[in-house]
């Protein structure tokens, strides 16, 4: 059979595609990891009020890829802008942000 003739199946150029798996409620949520920041994706308004402050276009973001483990989590989607909210010793709470990726 011939990958993508059926339907259901997914076509993966090159087999990079991530297919999802069956939740046994046992999985490895990065999230929830003590050593990841927090992750969290923007309303339309909070993008825009973002893009303004800093005068950018979307696509002038840095970029995350969809496959990143924190971005699988967050169910986040190509062109999802994210938040990514650190601790630092120097700036107390450092925040960046990440435009999602294919």
């Not at 002038?60 to 994210?82: E, F, H, N, W, Y």
């Not at 120097?90 to 294919?102: E, H, K, L, P, Q």
């Amino acid at each position: 059979m011939v990958e993508g003739s059926n339907p259901s199946e997914p076509v993966c150029p090159g087999g990079n595609c991530v297919k999802e798996k069956e939740n046994t409620g046992r999985e490895f949520n990065p999230l929830k990891h003590r050593m990841v920041p927090n992750h969290e994706i923007l309303s339309e308004d909070e993008v825009k009020n973002i893009l303004s402050e800093y005068n950018l276009e979307k696509e002038q973001l840095p970029k995350i890829r969809l496959i990143d483990p924190t971005v699988v989590a967050s169910k986040a989607k190509v062109g999802d802008v994210m938040r990514i909210t650190r601790e630092s010793k120097t700036a107390g709470i450092a925040y960046y942000y990440r435009m999602v990726i294919a």
